[in-house]
Every structure is written in structure tokens, then in C-alpha cells.
């Protein structure tokens, strides 16, 4: 009796693990895709009307379109570098965004997975620009402001070991407690990815022209969303969002022209434009998945102007986050 009593127990936890892992069905249930982020400018802020926007956010919302088939069925939850991987794995949130750089340990130890890169990046310094310190190596026995539990850390000490360099990180628990000190002195440099420091730059009170961003990049920051990696399912449907994007892009098709998109005998454009009644299947998904996407957020070239682009106040150039045909590094697969 007892032994059968233990084994009802083990498949009723085994019954409640399983839905847990279960993500498409739990926000198609829940109505919401769950993002967790922060608050990196240009990849989200919020917006005098309280909305939330930014890169990571259209791709949030682009997840949201795929699955549910409208971009504005998300919740945004604010959860920082050392507790989003938790957060993931316990099922508290869908998929998690943020200055998240993909690393070994991250995609194998911590049960977590990151399906895609859609950001490529790099972690570099910045100092006041009235200061002596106009190259790295002019900051070597300096203080360096940096955020605790990241790569940035790891990164930064690991550069300092194998330069033989006295420089001294001061650790913080949060980006804000890290950028708070730096605005109050309390160190000559900030580092972090590239994109951060831009983006704080550019937003934060007083002057843009008083910090100098310094030239050199002393790591690789593939960036991307984050996933649990209990779900296969949820990982190839948070994978392709991604690329859909890209293909768009490198197809030429615009959340304008996929609606002008002519039938024709092109499998790629047939999936786009969501004519492929078959298309969508594998990933238990409708066969317009694609074309919500395009239609209700856009091609990678859109979501990236709209957010980080010449047109905003970060002014960041494509650089590697180019299509490969205009030197970047993006070479989506096939949407076959």
C-alpha cells in the first residue's frame, strides 16, 4: 500500500512538471507572454504613455504575435541579471531578454537554453571626459564601476589577470546602483556592453559630451533571448521568431509590402505571407505565425531603426548586426 501510494504521488508531480513545462500551453492559457527585462535604454524603457518599448520589447512582442496573434498580449516584468535564470527555470516568466550574452554555463548549467542570437555585441568602458583617461590602458590603476553576476565582471577580471593591471572593479549589485556611482564619481570608467553604455549615454541627465566612450572592446556578447531549457517546443517557436525577422529582411519584405506579397511558387514568401496552410505545424503554431510577426512588429532592419537606429538618440550603426550580404554577421537558415 504504501509503495503504491509513493508511486500515485511520483506521477501526480510528474503529471504537474510536465505542464509546467509546457510554456506555449501555459500562455495560450494565461492569454500573455511573459517577458522579463531590463531597463537598458533603447532596448526598453518605458514611454510617457507607460508603455513599454525598445528592441527587446518588439521582440517580445513579436513572440506574442506568433503564438497568440497579437503583439500586445505581453507583461513585463523587471528581474535582474542574477535572478532571471531562476525566474526561467521555476516557470515565474515565459522568456527573458536584458544584456543576457550567451555562455556555456548559461545555455547548459542553469537549466536555461538561448535558442538565438539577435544582438551582437561587446563589452567596452567609459570615462569622464575632462579626465586623463582617453585609452584603457591610460585607466590601468584606476577604479572601474561594474555590475556584479554578469560576464562583464568576469570578463573585466579576467583582462586584469592577464594584464597584470591594477585597476579596481567596484561591484554593484544593480545596473542602477552601478551607474548611480559612476554619475557620482565614485569610479573614473564604467564598463558593460557597448550598447549599454551607449545607450546610457545618450539618456542619462546633463550633457552626452561629458562621458567618453572609449575605443577598445575586450570581449564577444552574442546576445539573445533566454529560455527554459525543459521545453524543446518553446525553445524552436521562441528560435524562429527570432529569424523570421531576418528572412524577412534579407527577402525584402516590410510590414508595409508582406500584404502586397503576389502568390507565386516561392516557399519562403508563401510561409511570409502565411500561404502554406501546412506551415506552422511543427510548432503547434498557426500558419499566419510568420506573418503576424512581419505585419504587426516587422523585419529585423525595422524593429532595429525603430529603436536603436539613426533616427533615435543612440545613433547606433548596424555594424555586425548587419545581413551577411552588407558585412555583418546575420546569415539566417531557410524558412523551408
Same mark, same amino acid.
Given at each position: 500500500?504504501?509503495?503504491?501510494?509513493?508511486?500515485?504521488?511520483?506521477?501526480?508531480?510528474?503529471?504537474?512538471?510536465?505542464?509546467?513545462?509546457?510554456?506555449?500551453?501555459?500562455?495560450?492559457?494565461?492569454?500573455?507572454?511573459?517577458?522579463?527585462?531590463?531597463?537598458?535604454?533603447?532596448?526598453?524603457?518605458?514611454?510617457?504613455?507607460?508603455?513599454?518599448?525598445?528592441?527587446?520589447?518588439?521582440?517580445?512582442?513579436?513572440?506574442?504575435?506568433?503564438?497568440?496573434?497579437?503583439?500586445?498580449?505581453?507583461?513585463?516584468?523587471?528581474?535582474?541579471?542574477?535572478?532571471?535564470?531562476?525566474?526561467?527555470?521555476?516557470?515565474?516568466?515565459?522568456?527573458?531578454?536584458?544584456?543576457?550574452?550567451?555562455?556555456?554555463?548559461?545555455?547548459?548549467?542553469?537549466?536555461?537554453?538561448?535558442?538565438?542570437?539577435?544582438?551582437?555585441?561587446?563589452?567596452?568602458?567609459?570615462?569622464?571626459?575632462?579626465?586623463?583617461?582617453?585609452?584603457?590602458?591610460?585607466?590601468?590603476?584606476?577604479?572601474?564601476?561594474?555590475?556584479?553576476?554578469?560576464?562583464?565582471?568576469?570578463?573585466?577580471?579576467?583582462?586584469?589577470?592577464?594584464?597584470?593591471?591594477?585597476?579596481?572593479?567596484?561591484?554593484?549589485?544593480?545596473?542602477?546602483?552601478?551607474?548611480?556611482?559612476?554619475?557620482?564619481?565614485?569610479?573614473?570608467?564604467?564598463?558593460?556592453?557597448?550598447?549599454?553604455?551607449?545607450?546610457?549615454?545618450?539618456?542619462?541627465?546633463?550633457?552626452?559630451?561629458?562621458?567618453?566612450?572609449?575605443?577598445?572592446?575586450?570581449? *564577444?556578447? +552574442?546576445?539573445?533571448?533566454?529560455?527554459?531549457?525543459? %521545453?524543446?517546443? /518553446? $525553445?524552436?517557436? #521562441?528560435?524562429?521568431? @527570432?529569424?523570421?525577422?531576418?528572412?524577412?529582411?534579407?527577402?525584402?519584405?516590410?510590414?508595409?509590402?508582406?500584404?502586397?506579397?503576389?502568390?507565386?511558387?516561392?516557399?519562403?514568401?508563401?510561409?511570409?505571407?502565411? *500561404?502554406? +496552410?501546412?506551415?506552422?505545424?511543427?510548432?503547434?503554431? %498557426?500558419?499566419? /505565425? $510568420?506573418?503576424? #510577426?512581419?505585419?504587426? @512588429?516587422?523585419?529585423?532592419?525595422?524593429?532595429?531603426?525603430?529603436?536603436?537606429?539613426?533616427?533615435?538618440?543612440?545613433?547606433?550603426?548596424?555594424?555586425?548586426?548587419?545581413?551577411?550580404?552588407?558585412?555583418?554577421?546575420?546569415? +539566417?537558415?531557410?524558412?523551408?
Amino acid at each position: 500500500m504504501k509503495w503504491r501510494l509513493l508511486a500515485i504521488v511520483s506521477l501526480f508531480l510528474l503529471s504537474i512538471a510536465a505542464r509546467a513545462e509546457d510554456v506555449l500551453a501555459r500562455v495560450r492559457h494565461d492569454g500573455v507572454v511573459r517577458c522579463a527585462v531590463d531597463m537598458t535604454p533603447g532596448f526598453t524603457q518605458i514611454a510617457a504613455s507607460g508603455d513599454a518599448q525598445g528592441f527587446d520589447i518588439d521582440f517580445c512582442r513579436a513572440i506574442a504575435a506568433a503564438v497568440l496573434g497579437d503583439s500586445r498580449r505581453i507583461a513585463i516584468q523587471r528581474i535582474n541579471t542574477a535572478n532571471k535564470y531562476q525566474a526561467l527555470a521555476d516557470g515565474t516568466i515565459d522568456v527573458a531578454f536584458g544584456m543576457a550574452s550567451w555562455t556555456l554555463t548559461r545555455d547548459t548549467a542553469l537549466g536555461t537554453q538561448f535558442p538565438e542570437v539577435f544582438f551582437h555585441d561587446g563589452q567596452g568602458f567609459m570615462a569622464w571626459a575632462d579626465s586623463n583617461i582617453k585609452t584603457l590602458a591610460d585607466g590601468r590603476d584606476g577604479t572601474v564601476c561594474a555590475q556584479t553576476q554578469t560576464t562583464s565582471i568576469d570578463n573585466l577580471k579576467s583582462m586584469l589577470q592577464q594584464r597584470g593591471w591594477t585597476m579596481r572593479p567596484l561591484e554593484y549589485a544593480t545596473t542602477e546602483e552601478k551607474w548611480n556611482a559612476f554619475a557620482a564619481h565614485k569610479c573614473q570608467m564604467v564598463t558593460g556592453d557597448r550598447s549599454e553604455l551607449t545607450g546610457r549615454r545618450a539618456t542619462m541627465a546633463g550633457n552626452v559630451a561629458q562621458w567618453r566612450l572609449l575605443e577598445e572592446t575586450i570581449s *564577444r556578447e +552574442p546576445l539573445g533571448p533566454v529560455v527554459s531549457a525543459a %521545453d524543446a517546443r /518553446w $525553445a524552436s517557436i #521562441v528560435r524562429w521568431v @527570432v529569424l523570421v525577422p531576418l528572412i524577412a529582411e534579407a527577402r525584402d519584405v516590410t510590414s508595409a509590402s508582406i500584404v502586397k506579397l503576389p502568390p507565386g511558387n516561392d516557399v519562403e514568401l508563401n510561409r511570409l505571407a502565411g *500561404r502554406d +496552410p501546412g506551415f506552422g505545424r511543427s510548432l503547434s503554431l %498557426d500558419p499566419l /505565425w $510568420a506573418r503576424h #510577426v512581419i505585419e504587426q @512588429v516587422g523585419n529585423y532592419a525595422e524593429i532595429y531603426d525603430r529603436n536603436l537606429g539613426p533616427k533615435t538618440p543612440f545613433a547606433l550603426d548596424r555594424g555586425l548586426n548587419a545581413l551577411w550580404t552588407q558585412g555583418g554577421l546575420f546569415y +539566417p537558415p531557410s524558412l523551408r
